[in-house]
């Protein structure tokens, strides 16, 4: 009986619990853990390579590393004390990060969140990482109090560098600080710690371009260093074998077609070296899944570049403020940036806060943003949904139409009916409808935009009858549908470079969509008309083409709405957006490894500057839509076999 009550004292409901800030406490999950069978070095690698949020999360990692050829290696993970900001120069340094991606793209600073890097990376045995928490946790008690608030930091800027520095003489106490935290290492610990020597900062960009040089100090002179900031101890760790490997973040699901391929689950990460692509040929890389630990070839197009700091694993925060830390939730570093404001909230509120809570928190801080924006000038542009002839392959024709011409709904995911068209059926082949999905796809759409308090006053479509469906179904989700007329420019249309055969599509004309019930613009004359595309275009000619017209569309609708909706080709996002930023065109190579990782839906928000001309990339006002592969089902050949 006592051991039952001794088990039930262990899960007390954590309010009632002594709270022990910053610290994972990894003891009774490691018990649980224990008590199912894992052995312990198994046990305790999956409660520090998940932060040690809970004994799920580490079930979770140990069955999907079931196979990981390194499961019982014994090499020790990394890991690195940083001072965090928090609060309202967070929000101006994130805003900073934001603004300088945008504007000049991606350098080397953008692979970690903000921070002053207190100590250089060190290891730690897995068995130790709870005493080094609790060294850490020892260290920041003792400096309540002593710890200097606010810290003064002054821009510096050279060719290659962006930074805020601390004053020398605080820097000198903060040097303090992590040497104390050193020899706490030592004793809790054995753990070897080398605080760092150089000048503390926190890296604003480098390794940038020249020519980016004045922007970016421009964008950094905005920074107010005197804002409001509580400074937290946080401790974070990364996988060594990964140091120096590229990190990727999975796109697209992938199923291996043969058996030195790796399986591909969106969300997931993949670190890649240089040394290892011996082995790849083109369009292919050879990489190592963070979600389970096993390596492979896969496809280059299903994955996309992401921040080194995205696979790191957080082991706790403190403040120097309050006497409880404002995070104590381990785990992967997804929109570590937010987790920031997250701090500020809870050194207000010190009452318990359950965690799903917290984890919502960002998503409502950043709906006010959305809708501030409204005013502004802006230009969306979208992908077409799912379409026939990549789900049912290109002869899903045959599959339809009978013999007489008359189609037949042949799978649920095929649409009821399809408009009439004044060529026949075969005119079907070069200008593919979208199936039922795809229209579910653009409703989901329609209907985020319509919580997020969006209006389109201007609706523009490829000619495409795929683009003009999904512009349809995105007004009705918006209920919108027969308030906003669709307007279809032929100037729109892709690269016809990709057209097949020596002749473009026969479009329906808008009389015949409306005719169909599609909510189409009938009184609407084309900037540039179908009579002007030409078959096999240049790269250029193509390039030109989508900026002019979206020049032109958005010079027509000026004074007279403030947001225009463009439902085009997954190339229409790129074509129709980078030179309106002030950006050279991309070759026609790199462009088509962006287009590729574009998907159905998807979609991109631009905000005119002022009245400037010149406009920018911004986060849209509703979230990305990510779902998986459903193959054909045949129950005979499958529940029928011998």
Known sequence: MAAKED???????????QTRPGTIKHGSSLDVLLSMGFPKTRALKALVSTGGRNVQAACDWLFSHVDDPFLDDPLPREYVLYLRPSGPLLHQLSHFWQQSRVTCGKNKAHNIFPHITLCQFFMCADAKVEALCEALQATVSQWKG????????????????????????????????????????????????????????????????????????????????????????????????????????????????????????PGDFIFTSPVEQSTASEGWVYGTSLGTGLSGLLPENYVSRADECDTWIFHGSHSFLNCTSPSNMGGALSGLLLDGQLDGRLLDDPSPVDPPSLICQPMQMLQPNSQSRLPKRTLFVCRHGERMDVVFGKHWISQCFDAKGRYVRTNLNMPPGLPARSGGYRDYDKDCPITVFGSTQARVIGEALLESHTVIDFVYCSPSLRCVQTAHHILRGLQQDGKTKIRVEPGLFEWTKWVSGTSLPSWIPASDLAAASLSVDTTYRPHIPISKLGVSESYDTYISRSVQVTREILSECKNLGNTVLIVAHASSLEACTRQMQGLSPQNSKDFVQVVRKIPYLGFCASEEIGETGVWQLVDPPILPLTHGPNHTFNWRETLLQD
């Open 7 to 17: 088990l039930y004292a262990k899960v007390t409901p954590r309010r009632q619990r």
């Open 146 to 265: 002593r710890f200097p608030n606010p810290l003064p930091l002054e821009l510096y800027t050279s060719s290659n560098f962006i930074g805020l520095f601390v004053d020398e003489q605080i820097a000198e106490v903060l040097k303090t600080f992590a040497s104390d935290f050193a020899n706490e290492a030592v004793a809790k610990a054995d753990v070897h710690v080398e605080p760092h020597k150089k000048q503390l900062h926190v890296t604003l960009a480098y390794h940038f371009q020249t020519n980016h040089l004045s922007s970016l100090e421009k964008l950094a002179k905005g920074i107010d260093v005197t804002q409001g900031c509580d400074w937290l101890a946080a401790l974070f760790s990364r996988d060594i074998r990964f140091a120096n490997h590229e990190t990727l973040r999975v796109m697209y699901p992938y199923v291996p077609q043969n058996e030195d391929e790796l399986e591909l689950v």
